[in-house]
């Protein structure tokens, strides 16, 4: 009975979730609170909080509170985690989950924030898992012990999500590989969602199709509970292999939220009969049977809470709220660093010589990439088929030479993008190549779940990586499956799109340290110019030399190509497809070619650039309607930076076609566009 004494004794303080509910929803009825989807029914999922270790990794269903509760309280007061709590439902400045963004489940140094994207916590959380031994190996500073173990939890209707199914896959991949990857999976089952009722599908259908071991606890049982989560997590930290396990019995009382509707979806019996299903009130009397408490000392203490958690909710609610509409700007990304110059090539050894004759762009790529795989020992290579080089063999040899940091991954966006982010997560600095821009579709969400990590954990939480997106702009072979002309940009993403080989080390080299600092940075590649050599004729202009060591390209920085008073401005392939049409001007050596390649927002350098000009006509790859250099135009326009006279011209809004490249930014539109612009044309 000892661990049932620590239990009863430590942890009934758990009344805190329910109690903490009920204010919440007092709270929002008068207007001093913002978030009412409650717990109730799940408060002995406090069991998973005491047994999980402090520093085992977390992501916890935004039910799932009183595992929260139960983890924090083994380390903090009481008062100061009821305080906690009640500014993230009045979404407090000083909440130290979100810090007054949203109200979350987090706060420790090893709680990982979960959106509301059902099941999004499930991708990254494998990645965690498979990046703790990665780590150890790579002797990176070690976020985990080498023991740890990653937990995630979700609701039994989130299973059927893609991000869970996902999740699940590469789990039972890793474990069918023989791959370490100690992740459980805890689902709580009350056999609803929203208002969908599970009809027992998840214990009758689901969990029999599962190619790992599932543990079945009975959730209103404090004892089961304790028990069969104590079995679950030493299967999975002594064997480093998934597991997942079931909470059943749960009822799901007072229902989703306080905006939910419950008599639209369920009778009054059903209704009644939830509200008597009392989790707690059965640990309460587990209790007071084993001799650890009695009934009045029970109703002292959930008294004594509701004074303490009314008094938590006061002062948070006098608490400020977020107003400053730039530091929710600047907190989408982690702040840049400066980067040391490197050491010249200049001295090396014959073999560490960096070749000085010219090189198309696919070249430089694998060089740069081999640079950082040499010069970053924790950073890896990941993505679908780049051990064998790819399709365009721009990892080309890097498998032979960096076998442990050069991985592929069964063909799934959703499952690459989140083990990229739980790479970062464990201290590793992931590249994640996806083989075509378009494929990014297929893990958007997970592409949105890096973005935003930063912002809503208020700087907490960073996924420093580089995502290398291929197939992009001109291409003829693949149509609009491998040549999608669309960049997605949300808030924390730093995208990029070079022209040519030099520009793309250069650039590269800059992004890996500030992806090491925690940025996500997304480069673009142009398929046309990996193995571009001459613009016009045979003139071999667009093939570059290796830069030297100490050169890097920040964000900021733009290339100017002339010094004219009108300009063509563009990025990635564009920039050649400018300098095709400058030759079909009549004065084509009066026009400037500004390459600006950084299309997150419009970089210092442009701006500048700009200065010089009088017309000026952007050259977009992307598609009409939500090209890059909309939103710059705009920018400009607003700062008084922007020339009188412009055009835009940009891609077709179409799909491309198999063969054709019609659709395209093509040089006789930058023509069309300069001779409405530019006076002397």
Same mark, same amino acid.
Not at 447 to 456: G, N, Q, T, V
């Given at each position: 009975?000892?661990?049932?004494?620590?239990?009863?004794?430590?942890?009934?303080?758990?009344?805190?979730?329910?109690?903490?509910?009920?204010?919440?929803?007092?709270?929002?009825?008068?207007?001093?609170?913002?978030?009412?989807?409650?717990?109730?029914?799940?408060?002995?999922?406090?069991?998973?909080?005491?047994?999980?270790?402090?520093?085992?990794?977390?992501?916890?269903?935004?039910?799932?509170?009183?595992?929260?509760?139960?983890?924090?309280?083994?380390?903090?007061?009481?008062?100061?985690?009821?305080?906690?709590?009640?500014?993230?439902?009045?979404?407090?400045?000083?909440?130290?989950?979100?810090?007054?963004?949203?109200?979350?489940?987090?706060?420790?140094?090893?709680?990982?924030?979960?959106?509301?994207?059902?099941?999004?916590?499930?991708? %990254?959380?494998?990645?965690?898992?498979?990046?703790?031994?990665?780590?150890?190996?790579?002797?990176?500073?070690?976020?985990?012990?080498?023991?740890?173990?990653?937990?995630?939890?979700?609701?039994?209707?989130?299973?059927?999500?893609?991000?869970?199914?996902?999740?699940?896959?590469?789990?039972?991949?890793?474990?069918?590989?023989?791959?370490?990857?100690?992740?459980?999976?805890?689902?709580?089952?009350?056999?609803?969602?929203?208002?969908?009722?599970?009809?027992?599908?998840?214990?009758?259908?689901?969990?029999?199709?599962?190619?790992?071991?599932?543990?079945?606890?009975?959730?209103?049982?404090?004892?089961?509970?304790?028990?069969?989560?104590?079995?679950?997590?030493?299967?999975?930290?002594?064997?480093?292999?998934?597991?997942?396990?079931?909470?059943?019995?749960?009822?799901?009382?007072?229902?989703?939220?306080?905006?939910? =509707?419950?008599?639209?979806?369920?009778?009054?019996?059903?209704? =009644?009969?939830?509200?008597?299903?009392?989790?707690?009130?059965?640990?309460?009397?587990?209790?007071?049977?084993?001799?650890?408490?009695?009934?009045?000392?029970?109703?002292?203490?959930?008294?004594?809470?509701?004074? =303490?958690?009314?008094?938590?909710?006061?002062?948070?609610?006098?608490?400020?709220?977020?107003?400053?509409?730039?530091?929710?700007?600047?907190?989408?990304?982690?702040?840049?660093?400066?980067?040391?110059?490197?050491?010249?090539?200049?001295?090396?050894?014959?073999?560490?010589?960096?070749?000085?004759?010219?090189?198309?762009?696919? =070249?430089?790529?694998?060089?740069?990439?081999?640079?950082?795989?040499?010069?970053?020992?924790?950073?890896?290579?990941?993505?679908?088929?780049?051990?064998?080089?790819?399709?365009?063999?721009?990892?080309?040899?890097?498998?032979?030479?960096? %076998?442990?940091?050069?991985?592929?991954?069964?063909?799934?966006?959703?499952?690459?993008?989140?083990?990229?982010?739980?790479?970062?997560?464990?201290?590793?600095?992931?590249?994640?190549?996806?083989?075509?821009?378009?494929?990014?579709?297929?893990?958007?969400?997970?592409?949105?779940?890096?973005?935003?990590?930063?912002?809503?954990?208020?700087?907490?939480?960073?996924?420093?990586?580089?995502?290398?997106?291929?197939?992009?702009?001109?291409?003829?072979?693949?149509?609009?499956?491998?040549?999608?002309?669309?960049?997605?940009?949300?808030?924390?993403?730093?995208?990029?799109?070079?022209?040519?080989?030099?520009?793309?080390?250069?650039?590269?080299?800059?992004?890996?340290?500030?992806?090491?600092?925690?940025?996500?940075?997304?480069?673009?590649?142009?398929?046309?110019?990996?193995?571009?050599?001459?613009?016009?004729?045979?003139?071999?202009?667009?093939?570059?030399?290796?830069?030297?060591?100490?050169?890097?390209?920040?964000?900021?920085?733009?290339?100017?190509?002339?010094?004219?008073?009108?300009?063509?401005?563009?990025?990635?392939?564009?920039?050649?497809?400018?300098?095709?049409?400058?030759?079909?001007?009549?004065?084509?050596?009066?026009?400037?070619?500004?390459?600006? %390649?950084?299309?997150?927002?419009?970089?210092?350098?442009?701006?500048?650039?700009?200065?010089?000009?009088?017309?000026?006509?952007?050259?977009?790859?992307?598609?009409?309607?939500?090209?890059?250099?909309?939103?710059?135009?705009?920018?400009?326009?607003?700062?008084?930076?922007?020339?009188?006279?412009?055009?835009?011209?940009?891609?077709?809004?179409?799909?491309?076609?198999?063969?054709?490249?019609?659709?395209?930014?093509?040089?006789?539109?930058?023509?069309?566009?300069?001779?409405?612009?530019?006076?002397?044309?």
């Amino acid at each position: 009975m000892g661990s049932y004494r620590v239990l009863i004794f430590t942890r009934l303080l758990v009344q805190a979730t329910t109690i903490s509910h009920v204010e919440s929803r007092q709270a929002a009825v008068v207007g001093e609170g913002y978030y009412t989807i409650g717990p109730g029914g799940e408060e002995l999922l406090a069991c998973a909080g005491r047994l999980l270790r402090s520093t085992d990794p977390t992501a916890l269903h935004y039910r799932h509170l009183s595992t929260q509760f139960a983890r924090h309280l083994q380390a903090r007061s009481l008062d100061d985690v009821l305080l906690d709590r009640a500014r993230g439902h009045c979404v407090s400045v000083n909440d130290p989950v979100g810090g007054g963004v949203h109200c979350s489940l987090g706060g420790g140094e090893f709680d990982y924030i979960v959106t509301s994207t059902l099941a999004s916590q499930a991708p %990254p959380a494998v990645g965690r898992a498979m990046g703790i031994a990665l780590a150890n190996h790579l002797e990176a500073p070690a976020a985990y012990a080498r023991d740890a173990v990653s937990y995630v939890s979700v609701g039994d209707g989130s299973v059927n999500n893609a991000h869970f199914l996902s999740a699940i896959n590469m789990a039972e991949y890793a474990a069918f590989r023989g791959f370490r990857c100690p992740v459980l999976f805890a689902i709580s089952d009350n056999d609803i969602c929203i208002s969908l009722k599970g009809r027992g599908w998840l214990q009758k259908h689901w969990t029999k199709k599962l190619k790992i071991p599932c543990f079945i606890a009975d959730g209103s049982n404090m004892f089961d509970t304790w028990e069969t989560t104590t079995r679950a997590l030493e299967h999975v930290r002594q064997n480093t292999s998934p597991a997942v396990l079931v909470y059943g019995n749960l009822p799901r009382r007072f229902g989703h939220a306080a905006t939910d =509707r419950q008599s639209a979806y369920l009778s009054q019996d059903e209704i =009644r009969n939830a509200a008597a299903c009392n989790p707690l009130a059965g640990a309460c009397a587990q209790a007071v049977s084993a001799g650890a408490t009695t009934y009045p000392q029970l109703v002292a203490l959930a008294k004594d809470i509701q004074q =303490r958690t009314r008094q938590a909710f006061d002062i948070a609610s006098t608490e400020p709220k977020i107003s400053d509409r730039a530091d929710l700007i600047s907190r989408a990304w982690a702040p840049l660093v400066p980067i040391s110059t490197p050491q010249s090539d200049e001295g090396a050894t014959p073999s560490k010589k960096v070749t000085k004759k010219p090189l198309v762009m696919r =070249r430089c790529m694998t060089m740069v990439i081999e640079e950082i795989l040499e010069t970053e020992p924790t950073s890896v290579y990941i993505g679908e088929d780049v051990e064998h080089g790819g399709y365009y063999l721009v990892t080309d040899g890097l498998k032979q030479k960096f %076998p442990t940091r050069v991985r592929d991954f069964p063909p799934d966006e959703t499952a690459l993008v989140g083990i990229a982010i739980g790479f970062a997560q464990a201290g590793i600095t992931p590249i994640l190549e996806i083989p075509y821009a378009k494929y990014l579709d297929c893990g958007y969400d997970m592409f949105e779940e890096s973005a935003i990590s930063h912002w809503l954990s208020n700087g907490q939480i960073t996924n420093g990586m580089i995502i290398r997106l291929q197939g992009f702009d001109r291409g003829v072979f693949g149509g609009n499956y491998h040549t999608h002309n669309e960049i997605h940009i949300p808030p924390g993403i730093d995208t990029v799109c070079y022209s040519n080989g030099a520009d793309y080390v250069r650039g590269w080299r800059y992004a890996i340290q500030q992806a090491k600092a925690g940025r996500v940075v997304m480069s673009v590649d142009s398929t046309n110019l990996l193995n571009l050599r001459h613009i016009v004729a045979d003139d071999d202009n667009w093939r570059r030399r290796y830069p030297d060591k100490s050169e890097y390209t920040s964000f900021e920085e733009v290339t100017c190509y002339g010094t004219g008073r009108q300009a063509i401005v563009s990025y990635g392939n564009g920039v050649v497809t400018a300098m095709q049409a400058r030759e079909q001007l009549s004065v084509p050596s009066d026009v400037m070619i500004i390459d600006s %390649p950084y299309l997150t927002r419009t970089p210092a350098g442009l701006k500048e650039a700009l200065v010089h000009v009088d017309e000026v006509v952007f050259a977009d790859v992307c598609k009409q309607g939500q090209h890059p250099f909309g939103g710059m135009i705009t920018d400009l326009q607003s700062e008084g930076r922007l020339p009188a006279s412009w055009q835009c011209v940009a891609a077709l809004p179409t799909y491309n076609p198999l063969g054709s490249t019609t659709t395209f930014l093509n040089a006789p539109d930058i023509v069309e566009a300069c001779n409405k612009c530019f006076s002397s044309h």
